[in-house]
């Protein structure tokens, strides 16, 4: 099994532009998260998904951040306007479900820097 | 509320020493589940082990080896004989039965092992 795939892995934009963040599950896990990762705030749950479904979303900053699932193999974060402070690591995992008992599979995850 | 408590900010030992890693978690559900996570210089994070709540045994793997102490609210990890390798970040998370799939992840422990 390949794991959970992120890309891209490394992106430099400008404040002000649209930021797009791609992720692949592992095949038959339905459980699918996204976590912001700084040094002022830690790990941080953004969303989840469970069988393609948004779950929770609380932890989205703002309305700039939105989240899809279209498909049990894809996923994409995207940040639209794109400010400085959302500059961070932005962690995929997935799990077979949304059993507490599960391990979360992390993605090698992408660095976004906002200039 | 879940919460977990890595007090321990950084620590730094010489390579052979042995090191522990502490970690207290707060939970009012009775049947939980415990994590550490390694995220070594590379990013990426890799699951160590997973402990329910029922389970108190303590466990050994190589060199590495976990106290779960219900008493305590404490799920510590040992490094014994540390390596140069297992220099990398260091993550307790607890999730709850009750709560879907969320995990709480502790702030970490920077371990750094000198040669």
């Known amino acids: 099994d390949a794991g959970v795939i992120q890309s891209p892995r490394h992106e430099v934009t400008e404040m002000g532009q649209e930021v797009t963040l791609r992720c692949k599950p592992i095949s038959g896990h339905n459980s699918l998260f996204w976590y912001r990762q700084t040094m002022m705030r830690g790990l941080e749950l953004l969303i989840y998904f469970n069988n393609n479904v948004p779950i929770d979303d609380s932890g989205m900053p703002e309305d700039r951040f939105s989240a899809k699932m279209p498909n049990a193999s894809f996923s994409t974060l995207k940040i639209q306007p794109s400010e400085p402070r959302d500059s961070a690591v932005y962690f995929c995992?997935?799990?077979?479900?949304?059993?507490?008992?599960?391990?979360?599979?992390f993605g090698a995850g992408s660095r976004l820097t906002v200039l | 509320a879940q919460k977990v408590t890595q007090a321990q900010t950084e620590i730094s030992v010489v390579e052979k020493e042995d090191v522990t890693l502490d970690c207290v978690y707060e939970t009012r559900d009775t049947t939980y589940y415990l994590f550490w996570y390694k995220q070594p210089p590379s990013g990426e994070l890799v699951f160590l082990i997973r402990?329910?709540?029922?389970?108190?045994q303590n466990e050994i793997s190589g060199r590495y080896s976990w106290n779960f102490q219900k008493s305590t609210s404490s799920f510590n990890f040992t490094i014994t004989a540390s390596q140069v390798v297992d220099s990398a970040v260091y993550f307790c998370?607890?999730?709850?039965?009750?709560?879907?799939?969320?995990?709480?992840f502790g702030t970490g422990t920077s371990l750094t092992v000198i040669p």
């Open positions: 998370a607890l999730s709850a039965a009750n709560t879907g799939n969320q995990f709480y």
């Open positions: 995992a997935s799990s077979p479900t949304t059993s507490g008992a599960n391990v979360l599979t």
């Open positions: 402990r329910n709540s029922f389970d108190e």
